[in-house]
Every structure is written in C-alpha cells, then in structure tokens.
C-alpha cells in the first residue's frame, strides 16, 4: 500500500507511525492546506513527498490509500475527491458532520469499489475485543442495565496544549468550523464503546446537551464557542438494555477515561481504556451471591492500522468501515436534534 496522509496535524503523527511500522505498508506522501507544515511533517517522518493541496498530491498520482486526519468538517469533500481518484480511504471520526454526508461517503466507496476504514481507536483495546466475545458468548444473559462514560478534562488544565490560544482545540468547541462538540468529537467513541461490547445498537435515546460559558461574549478570534462541552443521555438498545451515556471536557482527575459497566441477567463486566490492554473483570456464576469480581485476562489485539493495511492487501473489508461510521452519525444527529 502506497499511503498519502492528508493533514498533518496532530493525529497524523500517530497515523505516520503507526502506518510505517506495518510490513507492506509505505507512506509515500503527505499534504496539508498548511504546506509549511505538511514539509516539516514530512522531514520528521521522513516522508518523501509533501504538498500544499490534497489536489496536488492527487494530481502527482502514485498512491493507492488515503489516511484522511483533516479536521471533522473537511471529511467529507476531500474523502468523496479522494474516492474519485481512485483510493482506499482510512478517515478520522467522526466520518462526516451529519449522517446523510455519511451515507454518501458510504455509497460512493461502495459504488467505486473502494476499501474504507473508520478509526474508531477503542477498537484497538484488548478489553473491548474481550468483552464483546464475553457478551456474545451469552455469559452475562440478556444484558439489561448498562453506564457508559466518557472522561475529559483539556478545558481545566494544559495537559495537551492552552484550549483558548491555540486553534487547534478552537475549531473542536465551535459549530461553524464543523465541530458538533463532545457529542461528535468523543460521542462517537463513547458510543461505539457501549454498543460494540453490548453486540447491539441504540434503538432510541433522550440527551441533553450543555455548553459552558468560556470566554466573553462566547467568542475567541472567529471562534464563536457554541458547541456543547458535556451531554448526558438515557438509552435503550435494540436488544432491550436501558442505561446512560455520558461524556465532557470538564471532569478534573481524567485526562481521557472511558469505561462502560454492562449487567445482564447472569452477570456483569466491567471495561475500562486504562493501560496498554484496559481493564476488564467479571461477576458471574457462584460470584454472583457475593458480588465478587475476578479480572479477566487480556491479551494484545490487532489496532485499526493494521486491520485497514490488511484488508487493502487482500482486497477484503474491514470493520470498522464507513458504514459503522455512518449508523453511529445518525446517532449523534439524532442526540443533536434532541439535545438542547
Ligand atoms: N481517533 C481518535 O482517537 C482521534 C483523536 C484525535 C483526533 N481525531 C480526529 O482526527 C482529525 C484531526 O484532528 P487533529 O487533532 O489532528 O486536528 P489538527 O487541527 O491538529 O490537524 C488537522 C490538520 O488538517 C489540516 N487541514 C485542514 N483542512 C484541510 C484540507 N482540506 N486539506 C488538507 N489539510 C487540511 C490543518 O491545516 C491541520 O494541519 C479530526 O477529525 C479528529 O476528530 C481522532
């Protein structure tokens, strides 16, 4: 697989070194509408190519898959490009900024044949790929109960860089630079996270949706901060389970938690991102009458990386593609919709 990596902000970094440790895999070019930043990406990932357009790097030609890490709101129009073009296509979440952008990104790699992946990182978490056997293996019953979190706390403190001076956390708390706030940004991970260990989707949700005051006039620079810092949501899942699903930028103490307790009529688990693998226990059986948790052990598993370079290879679909991207969209549509 020849890789352009188009954007090279913050997450291709991740991208560049994950891609080029994969046998197979070379990432051949990289492009940014910053094209001072898409040369000094290059030289630091030694990348030979480096553009100031993705239709410059397209027209140079050569490459056969496209890691898309533009911010959310440029998705969309350089994916359906890159699409024509003639590229498999690994994009950053969430897919698109509304589920019927989504769809078309989805019908139109479909109709061109193309491979799509999604990164959905907590798909690369032991505990998440052990959990989801565990519940479909029917050790917990029929699940009925079900809390799901998702912790951040970038608008409290300076761990991964000042929110209000610099642009790259500002166009994530604004709506008109295509930011549908911690319901998109971290939403989209959170539910995956339930409903992929659950093995089933949200059939329907009530959610409330908050935006703090942060600055005066609710304005830095062009950037008007309208998009929600926190939502709570009830939920109920296509398999019958009912539980609550929350997630902000304003919890102190967690840099970047997710944890999910699922109950069913046999049993529990309990999941969490911690660590290298995260962190997984069960209650079941003859622990059941006292409550007693047992950690389940967790063995490496493979990351979305290296699942999209596969499925290029042999020319096979992967999971997640665009088309779990699009069913979690509608989601967030729906909450954003509701939400108020
Ligand atoms: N999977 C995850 O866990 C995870 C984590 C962080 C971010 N993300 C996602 O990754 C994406 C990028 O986030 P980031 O933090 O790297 O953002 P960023 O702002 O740091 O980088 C984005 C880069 O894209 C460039 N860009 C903007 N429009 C472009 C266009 N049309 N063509 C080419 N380049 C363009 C910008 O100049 C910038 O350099 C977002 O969609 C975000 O939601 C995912």
Redesign the pocket.
Known sequence: MRLLI???????GTHAQAFSAIDGVDVVAC????EG?ARAFADRFDIPEAYG??DAALAKGGCTAMAN????A??FA?TMKAIDAGLHIFC???LATNAEDARRMVRAADAAGRITGV?L?YRNVAALQEARRIVAAGRIGAARHFEAAYLQSWLTQPAWGDWATED?WL?RLSSAHGSLGALG?IGIHIFDFATYAAGSNILDMHSNLTTFPKAPGDRIGEYVLDANDSFTMTARLENGAAGVIHATRFAPGHLNDLSLRLFGTKGGIELTNSGPLGTLRICEGDDLSTATWRDVPLEPVETNYQRFADAVRKGTPMKPDFATAARLQEVIDRAAAAGG
């Open positions: 188009l954007g090279t902000g913050n997450m291709a492009a940014d509408i910053d930043r357009s993705l890490t533009t911010p959310d440029a998705h350089t950053e979440k969430p990164n990182t790259v166009w940004d």
